[in-house]
């Protein structure tokens, strides 16, 4: 509760969703991350890709990952903005990366893409914001 009170009291744009709205983007887009970074995962294990088309996935889940406990548990504005930007950046490699082996585990990562950019447009304006 006290990390909401924290982000509610940031000053943000007004373009900025409503917090309610974080939750049910995040449950939709995750079910495609599951599925596509499986599905990453099961071809180098089954050796059709080598680790390195698989590895800014991995970098890319933990970055995403780690920005809850940056935004709300550290309560860092700017490491969380860096933190974004390294999410949005593993996911472009990604998305190239896999794109010559299988073109629809690229395509289905653009949903993810369009909300990582506008995250990451949120979040370096709030960091702006709130200097």
């Known amino acids: 509760m006290e990390s ?6 940031l000053i943000k744009p007004l373009w900025a969703p409503p917090a ?11 079910v495609f991350i599951f599925i596509s ?8 294990w089954q050796k059709q890709i080598r680790f390195m088309v698989a590895l800014p996935f991995i970098l890319n889940i ?19 903005g860096v933190d974004i930007l390294l999410v949005l950046g ?18 289905i990562q653009i949903p993810y893409l369009f909300w990582v950019s506008f995250a990451t447009a949120l979040q370096l304006t709030i960091t702006y914001l709130n200097w």
């Not at 309610?20 to 887009?29: A, D, S």
């Open 37 to 44: 970074f499986g599905k990453v995962f099961l071809m180098v």
């Open 62 to 80: 933990i970055f995403n990952l780690a920005f809850t406990s940056i935004q709300f548990g550290l309560k860092n504005n700017f490491l969380a």
């Open 90 to 107: 593993t996911l472009i490699w990604a998305m190239v990366a896999i794109f010559p082996f299988a073109r629809w585990i690229a395509y």
């Open 20 to 30: 309610f709205l974080f939750g049910p983007v995040w449950t939709f887009l995750y």
């Open 4 to 9: 909401y009170n924290w982000y509610q009291e």
